[in-house]
């Protein structure tokens, strides 16, 4: 079956970029997505990438997308203590109709 | 529009008795889906309905978990009996029938059963 898998916790110091990775099964995968869940909240949506794209860049976020590999990384430049929180990687087949899958999410802490 | 509406935010309650937790989804969505989150097992995905219809409910832990949605504008999650280890959050998300679009979610509901 599908399956999505995030390592769980990251930390890095204020100022320096995260990477945040994630690996994927389904090779049927349309879309995949960045979620962010801050503490006590739901996720929100941050960005997604279709799978006919490598690369996409939105301010401070950069996705990158090995579909061979079934890899899929958000970095974030400049990271601040607002970026704080629980980060979920997750896919989508084509059908409007289909599930979306997502990883344990991981969790990233800042260091002043 | 509001959002995805989920009742109650917070629920309490003692092993063997029913629970039911509530969703609104947002107007004009086609696609409803119920996920729980563990520290243990990250978020899974329970349920999902589209059109009203359940279409894949093969996440439901066991049979003491099930899921309606008897109209576009209202789905049920109710475990009967609630055990201490289904306390998790619970989150409903809902999504539109445009292809790419994304999942839109609640607040959530924090069950604990003690």
């Known amino acids: 079956g599908e399956d999505v898998e995030q390592s769980l916790f990251l930390s890095v110091r204020e100022g320096d970029s995260s990477v945040i990775n994630c690996t994927y099964t389904d090779s049927s995968s349309t879309y995949l997505y960045w979620y962010k869940q801050e503490p006590g909240a739901g996720l929100q949506l941050l960005t997604y990438i279709f799978s006919n794209m490598d690369m996409k860049q939105d301010q401070r976020l950069t996705v990158l997308l090995n579909k061979k590999d079934k890899h899929l990384s958000l970095r974030i430049a400049d990271t601040q203590t607002g970026d704080s929180a629980i980060y979920f990687c997750a896919e989508r087949g084509y059908s409007s109709a289909s599930k979306i899958i997502f990883g344990s999410g991981t969790r990233l802490s800042i260091r002043p | 529009d509001a959002g995805v509406i989920q009742s109650p935010r917070h629920e309490v309650t003692e092993m063997g008795q029913e629970v039911t937790l509530r969703c609104k989804p947002i107007?004009?969505?086609?696609?409803l889906f119920w996920y729980r989150q563990t520290m243990m097992r990250g978020l899974e995905l329970l349920i999902y309905?589209?059109?009203?219809?359940?279409?894949?409910d093969s996440g439901m832990p066991e049979d003491r978990f099930s899921a309606k949605m008897p109209n576009a504008s209202f789905s049920t999650l109710k475990i009967q009996p609630s055990e201490p280890r289904d306390s998790a959050v619970y989150f409903c998300?809902?999504?539109?029938?445009?292809?790419?679009?994304?999942?839109?979610f609640g607040q959530g509901t924090r069950l604990t059963v003690v």
């Open positions: 998300a809902s999504r539109g029938d445009v292809v790419n679009t994304e999942a839109f």
């Open positions: 107007s004009g969505h086609d696609s």
């Open positions: 309905f589209n059109n009203n219809v359940p279409i894949d």
